[in-house]
T-cell receptor, first 109, second 115 residues
Framework: RKEVEQDPGPFNVPEGATVAFNCTYS??????FFWYRQDCRKEPKLLMS???SGNEDGRFTAQLNRASQYISLLIRDSKLSDSATYLC??????????FGAGTILRVKS | DVKVTQSSRYLVKRTGEKVFLECVQD?????MFWYRQDPGLGLRLIYF???????EKGDIPEGYSVSREKKERFSLILESASTNQTSMYLC??????????????FGAGTRLSVL
């Protein structure tokens, strides 16, 4: 079983739609949680951190459910520029990050 | 702005060759990492380093070695390249402590093909 599991998609949505991705992790000792974004043929970049209380950054909302060991990302009012692969990332001991395989989002006009 | 530079974007090598992938970062980061990224598998950690001359095995170190002689440079070595090492290789760096240790800055990647 993978340590971090994501639906690979692709999620094909029209501009302006709301879309949500989920991710589950297997290690209950995981400490910190993040979403990274990877554009086609580019490197991953940090999108946002995920907290138990939930956090919002503009059109993006991230939530963490420790009891169920899942993380979510909600994107409202999708833009064409949101098209990318979204990587769910979990940190465990030390400085290591464990990356999910990613969920592909395609926003179409 | 943090810059992580990988020496090559594309490389084609033959089976059995020794391959060097170079990575340089300009932000004085202590931590450096090498990953490979394959479709459906995501990023998998090969090796990482917390300091000069220090290295730790990641999840898939077999067939690889690393060198960190200077703080800004972290090299990945394929001692004898094999076809199953065909992949995208990504280097990353981060600060050592606090929230910042979880923000990894990546290079643009090296797509290696082993024939």
């Amino acid at each position: 079983r993978k340590e971090v599991e994501q639906d690979p998609g692709p999620f094909n949505v029209p501009e302006g739609a709301t879309v949500a991705f989920n991710c589950t992790y297997s290690n209950s000792a995981s400490q910190s949680f993040f979403w990274y974004r990877q554009d086609c043929r580019k490197e991953p970049k940090l999108l946002m951190s995920v907290y138990s209380s939930g956090n919002e950054d503009g059109r993006f909302t991230a939530q963490l459910n420790r009891a169920s060991q899942y993380i979510s990302l909600l994107i409202r009012d999708s833009k064409l520029s949101d098209s990318a692969t979204y990587l769910c990332v979990v940190s465990q001991y030390g400085n290591k990050l464990v990356f999910g395989a990613g969920t592909i989002l395609r926003v179409k006009s | 702005d943090v810059k992580v530079t990988q020496s090559s974007r594309y490389l084609v090598k033959r089976t059995g060759e020794k391959v060097f992938l170079e990575c340089v970062q300009d932000m004085d980061h202590e931590n450096m990492f090498w990953y490979r990224q394959d479709p459906g598998l995501g990023l998998r950690l090969i090796y990482f380093s917390y300091d000069v001359k220090m290295k730790e095995k990641g999840d898939i170190p077999e067939g690889y070695s690393v060198s960190r002689e200077k703080k800004e440079r972290f090299s990945l070595i394929l001692e004898s390249a094999s076809t199953n090492q065909t992949s995208m290789y990504l280097c990353a760096s981060s600060l050592p402590q606090g929230i910042a240790k979880n923000i990894q800055y990546f290079g643009a990647g090296t797509r290696l093909s082993v024939l």
